[in-house]
């Protein structure tokens, strides 16, 4: 029950103030009426007086009213000094003297409300000419002054100072800054909707054309697509014949290349089998010194018997088709008509050293390494030259050739049509994201999007781009972190348009992804006033725009201000 009338506190001061405020506004208008715009300043004095009266009014109200010392207006009412009073949990009742008499009798704390005798009691600060306030009940009389106006040091001896009409005075000058704020901005600001609305006008067009280009578009793309289709269909089949013709051509020479192959492999065995028994030993590769793979002087059994496939011997077939491969690099580099790659400068020289018989007197360290590396070359020289096979040009006659250029025309425009429905299709997805955008009820945040504001610290920019993305760059370097991509507004329920949200920012180090609060509120210009890091890698820009000044800033808001300083 104590929150419930913690609710209406206000609503009920309003109540009596609001009385006075009526007669103030109507005379204010009557006066304003009579004067003109020449009595612009007159009205300006006759507002102080009109304030001065209200406040003198609902002071002299509020005086009036009988209430135990803690207790606001609104409760006035539940503390009848010519009854016994009852706790507000109805857990008790007793005699008004028991009210404020330093002793907790209510489980809520309702029979203390002027001492500190109850521990979760509530004390209400009248501070007359400014604005009310609650405090916990254990401040009361605790030597320090809470209520402006020093009523919670009644018993303590502390000299508090009542300095209420001064803060009133402060606070209704920074009202009357701020409502001259907020008028300053509502003309931009309704500059700003007018430039958001056309904006929105404009795309809402430009969109219903392109769906009308999009839908043309899409015609000519079918059109040269079949277009296309049919000059490939006419371009096929006259180069069907040149097909066959290069593909025979390719044929036949694979042939004469296999045959070429065969036939040197052929004369090569009857060189090897040197005993003419149509086998190729071991020990007649023994006496050819091509084959002596680590250029020791002779050729090892295990030498010979690696060219022949891990065979003790072969015949004719079996050499032509798994010995010849590894058979004929080593005799064309013997010969001089082939020369392994080399990778590097070490490799280089070794085969070098191969070539010229530079192996004597070399260290055995050396001679080692030596043979690492030959048996990784062992590989690449084993492997037999890629063939080299010779590009076929085919000459069309005049009828093919025309037919083959009409085809690669209409491919060409059919590609450009093509390129032309993409172009319309992510112009239009541009557009449809821009409608789907929030700017604000009377899209007053429109001009914003695609504008850019920076913020200076003593080492970093920070930059804002609204609707965008959020930004920090330090000043001795170019590189940009994202602090947030536009996410949605995140003001509270009474006005979601007060803040933003930018999230899924760059990840930090062992943290999670960084995002940016943006705090928007009335300003005469679209400007960052301040960035702080409240938490690790969440930021919060204070954003000032006149976009923010609605007209309530300027009305209710401001009203119930003053209602509640006096």
């Known amino acids: 029950m104590s929150d419930k009338y913690d609710m209406v506190d206000k609503t009920i001061d309003d109540v009596y103030c609001r009385l006075v405020d009526n007669v103030s506004d109507k005379v204010e208008v009557l006066l304003f009426s009579k004067t003109g715009r020449m009595g612009l300043q007159r009205n300006s004095n006759l507002n102080k007086t009109l304030l001065i009266f209200s406040v003198f009014v609902c002071e002299t109200i509020s005086s009036q009213v009988p209430r135990p010392r803690g207790v606001s207006l609104s409760r006035a009412s539940l503390y009848p000094p ?5 706790c507000f949990d109805g857990s008790a009742t007793m005699p008004f003297s028991k009210v404020n008499d330093d002793y907790c009798d209510c489980y809520d704390a309702s029979d203390e409300p002027g001492t500190a005798a109850c521990p979760h009691g509530i004390f209400y600060c009248t501070n007359a000419g400014y604005k009310p306030m609650n405090i916990p009940s254990n401040r009361v009389n605790d030597g320090i002054c809470d209520c402006c106006d020093g009523t919670d040091e009644y018993a303590s001896g502390a000299e508090c100072v009542n300095n209420c009409a001064e803060l009133g005075k402060s606070a209704r000058e920074a009202a009357q800054l701020r409502a001259e704020l907020v008028k300053a901005g509502r003309q931009v600001r309704a500059e700003m909707s007018q430039k958001g609305v056309n904006a ?3 795309k809402q067009n430009k ?9 043309d578009a899409e015609k000519l793309k079918e059109e040269k697509e079949y277009l296309k289709n049919e000059a490939e269909k006419l371009e096929n089949a006259a180069l069907e014949y040149y097909r066959k013709l290069e593909e025979e051509a390719k044929k036949k020479k694979v042939e004469e290349e296999a045959a070429k192959n065969r036939a040197e492999a052929e004369e090569t065995f009857k060189k090897l089998d040197s005993n003419q028994d149509g086998l190729v030993s071991i020990e007649e590769l023994q ?15 295990e030498e010979a018997k690696w060219f022949l496939n891990d065979q003790e011997q072969v015949d004719l077939d079996a050499f032509i088709n798994s010995c010849w491969t590894s058979v004929k690099p080593y005799l064309l580099m013997d010969s001089g008509m082939y020369t392994p790659p080399s990778p590097d400068d070490t490799t280089g020289s070794e085969a070098q050293d191969m070539q010229e018989g530079q192996h004597e007197g070399e260290s055995e360290g050396n001679e080692d390494e030596e043979e690492e590396t030959e048996d990784d070359e062992d590989t690449e020289e084993h492997e037999a030259p890629e063939p080299v096979h010779e590009e076929y040009s085919v000459t069309y006659d005049e009828e093919t050739q025309k037919l083959v250029d009409q085809a690669n025309t209409a491919r060409t425009a059919f590609q450009d049509a093509e390129a032309q429905v993409r172009d319309i299709e992510s112009e239009l997805q541009r557009i449809q994201e821009y409608l789907e955008k929030d700017f604000g009820p009377e899209e007053e945040f ?6 850019c504001f920076e913020y200076h610290d003593h080492e970093y920019i920070y930059k804002l781009c609204p609707f965008d993305r959020t930004c920090q760059q330090p000043k001795s370097s170019s590189s940009e972190t994202r602090l947030g991509t536009w996410g949605h507004w995140s003001g509270p329920e009474s006005n979601k348009y007060h803040a933003q949200t930018y999230d899924k920012g760059q990840i930090c180090w062992n943290g999670p992804a960084r995002t940016t609060i943006v705090n928007i509120d009335c300003g005469s210009e679209n400007k960052i006033i301040s960035v702080s890091e409240p938490n690790r890698c969440e930021y919060v820009f204070e954003f000032v725009t006149p976009a923010a000044c609605h007209d309530q800033l300027d009305g209710d808001d401001i009203r119930d201000d003053l209602h509640d300083e006096l």
């Open 207 to 215: 969109h219903q054309e392109l769906q009308k280009n999009k839908e």
């Open 446 to 451: 429109a001009p914003l999007q695609g504008q």
């Open 200 to 202: 929105k006008n404009e």
């Open 287 to 301: 006496t050819r010194t091509s084959f002596d793979k680590d250029h020791n002087g002779e050729v090892s059994p």
């Open 82 to 86: 010519d009854k016994d009073f009852t």
